[in-house]
């Protein structure tokens, strides 16, 4: 994936580095995959800036930093099985396809999962299986899966995805009732079926609505 773009994709990988992203298979997707095929044509200029971007349809591509927290917490190890929710413009799917082999997501509006799986064909993705559905009730097809990471705020950990947790997986996602604050916060289920949940970080995504999230 190395084009005339790869300069600023390194510049990028020390943004994220400096604030405390220390993962070297995170930092390696980062650096590898085409976040400008991932945005409007018209912020091509910003597309490797540390910042969420608006994708339209009221959604957005969020800010690198925040999306390699989120991976970084998942403990990747190169053989999982991911499911995450919230397709979006694609670019963290093609993040994680760079990680694992096996990537599950799932997307509500059928523009933006059509984009994205345009997106995805541009940048030679070809490890991902897409969904148009209702991310909250996850895709039990497919469970368990190792890891979970979702790119919307949800009120609380939707059940439907504790369940399709494997035993010892971990799923992060942002918490929150309020709209302009939520805490990304790391779940894991150990062997035993017990959920415990830790803090990583404040932040602000767009809600997850859905059967198990926020109704509007």
Do not use: C
Not at 138 to 152: E, K, L, M, N, S
Not at 155 to 184: K, N
């Amino acid at each position: 994936m190395r084009d005339t773009y790869s300069g600023y994709r390194d510049k990028l990988v020390e943004v994220v580095r400096s604030k405390g992203v220390k993962d070297l298979a995170v930092l390696k997707a980062l650096s590898e995959v085409p976040r400008h095929l991932f945005v409007p044509q018209a912020l091509l200029q910003s597309a490797y800036d540390d910042n969420a971007l608006p994708i339209g349809h009221g959604q957005t591509i969020s800010q690198p930093s925040t999306q390699a927290l989120s991976l970084q917490a998942l403990k990747l190890t190169g053989h999982e099985k991911v499911l995450e929710i919230g397709t979006g413009s694609g670019y963290q799917t093609a993040l994680l396809a760079a990680i694992v082999p096996q990537v599950f997501s799932i997307e509500r509006m059928p523009v933006l999962l059509d984009q994205a799986r345009a997106a995805l064909r541009a940048a030679g993705v070809n490890n991902v299986s897409l969904l148009l559905g209702d991310g909250t009730v996850g895709w039990r097809a497919y469970a368990p899966y190792d890891a979970i990471v979702i790119g919307a705020a949800s009120p609380d950990v939707p059940e439907p995805l504790v369940e399709q947790l494997s035993p010892g997986g971990r799923l992060v996602l942002p918490i929150g009732q309020h709209r302009d604050h939520q805490v990304l916060t790391l779940v894991v289920r150990d062997k035993t079926g017990k959920v415990t949940r830790s803090k990583l970080a404040d932040v602000v995504f767009v809600p997850l609505l859905g059967k198990h999230g926020f109704n509007n």
